[in-house]
């Protein structure tokens, strides 16, 4: 099976510094990455997505690495907004059939003024 | 723009009350999922259906219930709510592969 996991539940960052939101992942096999956002009140909104073939992804002011060795996916952000304050989640893949994404828990940003 | 909506943001119901959550995608996508989230345990998968008439159970099917009758159409259903299915339930679908999932805007279900 796979697992997916955040290294913190909670980050703060400060507007216009750059943020980091970490995921592990547990299947070696795991062949398809996506990160999603979620505001308050509202579902999870697809960012953007990496294929287990590449290992960096850009998107516009967000950014995802991917590193397979050590089963680890990022995701960055550039010059944080106020509106980039939400839970940001980690989806997993794994081409086994009919297996659905596996979600990680969540990580709460917040953009400090 | 895809498109996902459930039938209710927000809803009360009381302890042994049958529960109808729907959820309807203007995509004509393969697969619908339902999915229920609590603070500090993320999105579990309840159920998902790949076709018409098709399920399949998720982590957590216990004390739910799956229908869909039409491709659009993906509905839950809480035989006999209770306060420990009190939450923020969200649907989401895909096209023919399982990744790629895009969600509806969810709906908070108290039971009391």
């Known amino acids: 099976g796979e697992s997916v996991g955040l290294h913190l539940p909670t980050l703060s960052v400060q507007e216009g510094d750059n943020s980091i939101i970490n995921c592990a992942y547990s299947?070696?096999?795991?062949?398809?990455f996506i990160w999603y956002k979620q505001e308050s009140g509202k579902g999870p909104q697809f960012i953007i997505d990496i294929r287990s073939n590449m290992d960096k992804r850009q998107g516009q002011r967000v950014t995802v690495l991917l590193n397979k060795t050590v089963k680890h996916l990022s995701l960055q952000i550039a010059a944080t907004q106020p509106g980039d304050s939400a839970v940001y989640f980690c989806?997993?893949?794994?081409?086994?059939?009919?297996?659905?994404?596996?979600f990680g828990k969540g990580t709460r940003l917040s953009v400090i003024a | 723009d895809v498109k996902v909506t459930q039938s209710s943001r927000y809803l009360v119901k009381r302890t042994g009350e049958k529960v109808f959550l729907e959820c309807v995608q203007d995509?004509?996508?393969?697969?619908m999922f339902w999915y229920r989230q609590d603070p500090g345990l993320g999105l579990r998968l309840i159920y998902f259906?790949?076709?018409?008439?098709?399920?399949e159970k998720g982590d957590i099917p216990e004390g739910y219930s799956v229908s869909r009758e039409k491709k659009e159409r993906f509905s839950l259903i809480l035989e006999s709510a209770s306060t420990n299915q009190t939450s923020m339930y969200l649907c989401?679908?895909?096209?023919?592969?399982?990744?790629?999932?895009?969600f509806g805007p969810g709906t908070r279900l108290t039971v009391t």
């Open positions: 299947n070696s096999a795991s062949d398809y």
């Open positions: 259906s790949y076709d018409v008439k098709m399920k």
């Open positions: 989401a679908i895909s096209d023919r592969d399982l990744y790629e999932q895009y």
């Open positions: 995509m004509d996508h393969e697969n």
């Open positions: 989806a997993v893949w794994v081409y086994s059939g009919n297996t659905p994404l596996v």
